[in-house]
């Protein structure tokens, strides 16, 4: 694994929204490395979210367990994205998922107080924070619309053409648990 390096933190801050440099900094201090081996669980289902990552090496996933213990994931965080469970993070409220590395991975870690503590000194990383927000609200409803508006081959035809990486880094099991079908029937259009 790669030494942390807050230059590309910086930059995925500064595509969210435009600060000086000495707030730059004061984002950048107050995020936390952490490095975490394949299948680590980075949050568990049943505490309240506290946090929010930036996923700068590796990915994450977003999964919940069934009735049956069947691992169900909603979502895959790749490299240069933001996770969090929004919901869990703004209530307070138990999460219902598990966010886990899917490979070794690097992530920077926001503790919710320190961001908060943050936004209340200064008025760029606050801004900083409604862009945040906006970016993690705005994932959400593309994944709701995706689910919502194609069907399983209708999604996967989708992945490989926008996001063939996650094609090709994530276990079939896992990407047929996320476009809703069957391992088999993944297996068969990946072979058509």
């Excluded at 942390?4 to 500064?14: F, S």
């Excluded at 081996?37 to 996933?61: I, N």
């Excluded at 919502?148 to 099991?173: I, K, T």
Aim: with cysteine.
């Amino acid at each position: 694994m790669t030494a942390p390096n807050t230059e590309i933190l910086a930059k995925a801050i500064q595509q969210l929204s435009a600060t000086s440099a000495a707030s730059l900094a004061q984002l950048c201090i107050a995020a936390a490395p952490r490095v975490l081996s394949k299948r680590e669980a980075l949050h568990r289902a049943g505490k309240p979210c506290e946090s929010v990552w930036f996923v700068e090496k590796g990915y994450l996933r977003a999964f919940q367990a069934d009735e049956a213990g069947r691992e169900l994931n909603h979502c895959f965080y790749l490299e240069n994205s933001f996770a969090t469970d929004l919901v869990s993070l703004r209530t307070h409220q138990p999460s219902v998922l598990t966010l886990q590395a899917g490979e070794p991975t690097l992530v920077w870690e926001w503790p919710k107080q320190r961001l908060l503590d943050l936004y209340a000194t200064s008025i760029e990383a606050a801004q900083f924070g409604r862009m945040l927000l906006g970016y993690l609200l705005l994932k959400q409803e593309r994944q709701t619309r995706f689910f919502q508006h194609y069907g399983p081959a209708e999604r996967y035809a989708h992945l490989l053409r926008e996001q063939p990486a996650l094609v090709q880094r994530v276990s079939v099991s896992q990407l047929a648990s996320y476009l809703g079908m069957a391992r088999e029937t993944l297996s068969r259009l990946r072979s058509a």
